[in-house]
């Protein structure tokens, strides 16, 4: 009598993966906007039961897109003030990120930092950043300076928190191997924790690049000035909905130029780490 052959005990696990994310990424995309388009159309321009002075339907949004980009594309006023909030934009995100990177290794490295000086910057972060507004205005006035330090206020929290948690990412042997071979510690800091912990900081500062477009709108919208957000506010005050969407939407494409291109770096920089890419962003 022949026994059975042995195949071993190992058992090879297959994966299912649902119809649903059978789907290309591009064509999902393409089919979730167009739904939306087919609702949206269908509750303002085909039905009426949405009021166009609350949602205007996409013809009018489209309408206005073209309207705005032809302004931009033609050197109008429009781009001056797209020019305005690009600037403020970048300088707030490069301070946020200066000083939220010193402060996150302040914390991530001291005691002193974790003990004295996250407890003040946990509370900080609690309060509701939106009401410092006509702080900011009243000691740096309507101009440009007053948006950037509402949107660094509102963008640097993140930076360090994701910078402190990266210094902890190097395991206790990589660490007890660099103290072993002599090393300093701003040897051990460079070398070991900042390379370790470069998918943390960069994960918080594409937190941050969401975070300084919002603050920069407020700033505009709430102070004046002559960035895009004074004109989402003129044209509120008008009730010029498809303005106001289409200026939105023109935003919407500034924020993601610059989450792409903290993501570019990131690949450029961290190129080794691919665990930080969720959906494959960044």
Do not use: C
Request: charged content about 15%; cysteine-free; aromatic content about 12%.
């Amino acid at each position: 009598m022949t026994d059975a052959p042995d195949h071993g005990t190992d058992t090879v696990w297959v994966e299912h993966v649902a119809l649903i994310d059978r789907i290309p990424r591009w064509l999902a995309m393409l089919g979730l906007a167009a739904v939306v388009l087919l609702i949206w159309d269908l509750a303002t321009a085909r039905t009426g039961w949405v009021s166009p002075i609350i949602l205007p339907s996409p013809k009018e949004t489209l309408d206005e897109l073209v309207m705005v980009g032809t302004n931009l594309l033609s050197g109008g006023y429009m781009l001056g003030a797209l020019w305005t909030t690009t600037r403020t934009v970048f300088w707030a995100f490069l301070l946020s990120a200066l000083i939220g990177f010193s402060l996150g290794v302040l914390v991530g490295e001291t005691k002193f930092g974790e003990r004295a000086v996250m407890p003040y910057l946990v509370a900080i972060d609690t309060m509701p950043k939106i009401a410092f507004a006509p702080l900011f205005i009243a000691w740096l006035g309507f101009d440009i300076a007053s948006k950037v330090a509402l949107a660094t206020f509102i963008a640097t929290f993140p930076i360090i928190v994701s910078t402190a948690a990266g210094l902890y990412a190097a395991s206790e042997n990589e660490r007890m191997l660099f103290k072993a071979m002599g090393a300093s510690r701003w040897q051990t800091l460079v070398r070991l924790k900042l390379p370790n912990g470069l998918p943390y900081i960069f994960t918080g500062l594409k937190i941050a690049s969401v975070g300084v477009m919002a603050g920069v709108i407020t700033g505009e919208f709430l102070g004046g000035g002559k960035g895009f957000g004074a004109l989402i506010r003129e044209s509120a005050s008008m009730l010029d909905t498809p303005r106001v969407f289409s200026l939105i939407l023109y935003l919407s494409l500034l924020g993601l130029a610059l989450f792409f291109a903290v993501a570019w770096v990131q690949r450029r920089l961290v190129f080794w780490n691919k665990g930080d890419r969720p959906g494959g962003v960044g």
